[in-house]
Nanobody, 117 residues
């Protein structure tokens, strides 16, 4: 079973940047499609960005052009560079791992991002 630990959240002013990281362990990282979600109170998690084992990437329209997902298969990490942050980006951000892209997600514990106006 893969374990995921996110880091890098915090408080930032609108227009600022943050870089989230997710460290994976316990399984073969290159077998997993990795993604970042975020969740606000009372809502379902939203998929923000997804990167496959061969590096194909998709973004949600809400973050396209502002957020960049990347993975380092040598270090078993996936990152989310977030630029031009807006107050509506305030949420708990989660890293997920999907073995072979079959749709069964493993989740990290989340890291909180707060964007002040």
């Amino acid at each position: 079973q893969i374990q995921l630990v996110e880091s890098g959240g915090g408080l930032v002013q609108a227009g600022g940047s943050l870089r989230l990281s997710c460290a994976a362990s316990g399984s073969i990282f290159t077998n997993y499609v990795m993604a970042w979600y975020r969740r606000t109170p009372g809502k379902e998690p939203d998929l923000l960005a997804r990167i496959t084992t061969d590096g194909s990437i998709k973004y949600a329209d809400s973050v396209k052009g502002r957020f960049t997902i990347s993975r380092d298969n040598a270090k078993n990490t996936v990152s989310l560079q977030m630029n031009t942050l807006k107050p509506e980006d305030t949420a708990v951000y989660y890293c997920t791992a999907d073995l072979y892209g079959l749709g069964y997600l493993s989740w990290g514990q989340g890291t909180e991002v707060t964007v002040s106006s």
